[in-house]
């Protein structure tokens, strides 16, 4: 059960080291007078929805929540309008004790996204068929959007993905890949796929879905870049590695511009020097 201690590990260590708390979820479809040009629904990671900071990140973590607003400026200037919702999930952290019951819980989490992310995009395409939608997700809750994108396959309102830190991550999908992961051919696996069976890992994403997918890891993180082989002790490095996203917090990050082209079909504007401030879900 080597695997279940190490992603214990990771998943205290995550939570020590500031990963993001929850907010409620702002700016949901039904909440809008009108249909938007692009709507955004993110996932939020391990440990990132708990009661305590319910108004935090509008309910997508941290990462999710900072790559949301960088987005969203971008649109904004462009013109276009954009509004947002987080998927309402537990994102519980993985069980410090490791235990199999534990992990099948975390897994269970995992599911019940799947399925609300799932449930929240129809909800909204139904009411606005001609809006552009991006899906993203940290750790945790890029597993979760990870899992609906073969159902997606197809869908004329998926514009683009984007999985930071995936825990579903194969190398051999020819997804958009951003990371310095890249730098090394084969690596990148997410933890999750060396348990396919326990954990129900998605199969390699079809070239349709992958080419409008963007998925960022960074060598030697120990969610999206698992080693099997590595000592049963997690390494600290391991730990700040996947912790390490979205942390520049006046630098937009490397993935924004490249999922704005996505989008828009258009290479990407440079920030104004007076950025538009984005209301939160708006």
Known sequence: MKLIRRISRIACAALVGGAAMVGLSAGTASAQPACPNVHWIGAAGSGERTPADVTADDGMGRVVYKSYRDFARLVQQSGRTITAEAVDYPAVPVPADGGALGWLGFMGSVDTGATALGKQYADFVAQCPTSKVVLAGYSQGAMVVHRNLAALDGNPNLSAALLVADGDRLPQDVTVNLGSVT????????????????????????????????????????????????ADDMNPAAVAVHTSYARNQSAMDSWTAPLYALVTGAPSPSPAANPVTVAAGH
């Open 183 to 230: 730098t090394v051919p084969g690596k990148g696996k997410g933890v999750a796929q060396d348990w396919p069976i326990l954990a129900h890992a998605p199969a390699p994403l079809p070239i349709s879905l992958a080419s409008k997918t963007i998925s960022v890891c960074d060598l030697g993180d120990a969610v999206c870049d698992y080693n099997p082989d590595a």
